[in-house]
């Protein structure tokens, strides 16, 4: 599950940002961070409302940034404006959700790629320590260390890349995966602990082609985890 640096999106986090003092437009983007990963993982349900009032409490923040957060969501189509109502949540569809994960694994994959024929032997045994406790935490149950390992692994192959454009192409892809809910979503954690033996494999034969397949194969993957994670909950359309 490839994860990259972006604002923070659970609640203590939003209000965090406001407590630090970031400007307005990164306040506005934490909150849509939050609203984005919440319509995909049903917190927000189809048809529902989000009412400014309502999330800025709910965040600890004034309901400017509530307001400016929810105009980004509508130029992205994750809600819809109707006059005199309110911002309505637009239904997902696995096709929705495919499609992200589609443009996800080609960056990705080719992030792994570059990354195979610039990381050095200490990146290397680096990406081998991560793995090693990742695998660790997986079989303890502890989804929380694995997404903090997880995030520092993919971190970790984007940065090597040295293409600092497509990433944050990438991020923009990140900021609507749910990755709040890491632990709820069956499979993920082991996703992270069986694929990235491949990615991690093929980046130390210094193999671009073998390492854009591994990870692109590994976005897929929790990408379908997460259709029939949202599928069973009835989240999507």
């Known amino acids: 599950m490839t994860r990259a640096d972006r604002p923070a999106s659970e609640p203590g986090g939003v209000l965090s940002a406001r407590r630090r003092g970031v400007d307005k437009q990164q306040l506005s983007e934490h909150v849509a961070a939050y609203v984005r990963e919440g ?30 957060a929810l105009m980004i969501l ?4 994750s809600v819809r404006w109707q006059p005199r109502r309110g911002y309505r949540v637009v239904a997902l569809s696995a096709r929705d959700v495919r499609d992200l994960f589609d443009v996800q694994a080609y960056i990705a994959g080719e992030l792994a ?15 081998a320590t991560l793995q090693h406790r990742i695998v660790e935490a997986e079989r303890a149950g502890d989804a929380q260390l694995v997404d903090g390992l997880n995030h520092e692994f993919h ?26 809910f890491f632990g709820r979503i ?10 990235h033996m491949a990615v991690l494999a093929a980046l130390r034969s210094r193999d671009a082609a073998a390492a854009r397949a591994a990870m692109s194969e590994h976005i897929h993957h929790v990408g379908e985890l997460l259709v029939e994670h949202l599928a069973t909950q009835g989240i999507l359309s």
């Open 39 to 68: 319509i995909m993982a049903g917190q927000f349900p189809a048809g529902e409302f989000i009412r400014t009032e309502h999330l800025a409490a709910e965040l600890g923040v004034s309901q400017t940034p509530v307001r400016e």
């Open 74 to 77: 509508r130029s992205e189509g």
């Open 113 to 127: 790629a570059r990354a195979a024929t610039r990381l050095g032997d200490d990146e290397l045994d680096h990406l």
């Open 155 to 180: 971190r970790t192959i984007n940065k090597a890349s040295e293409s600092s454009r497509m990433a944050s192409l990438l991020n923009l892809t990140v900021s609507y995966v749910p990755l709040r």
């Open 186 to 195: 069956e499979g993920w954690p082991a996703a992270s602990a069986h694929d």
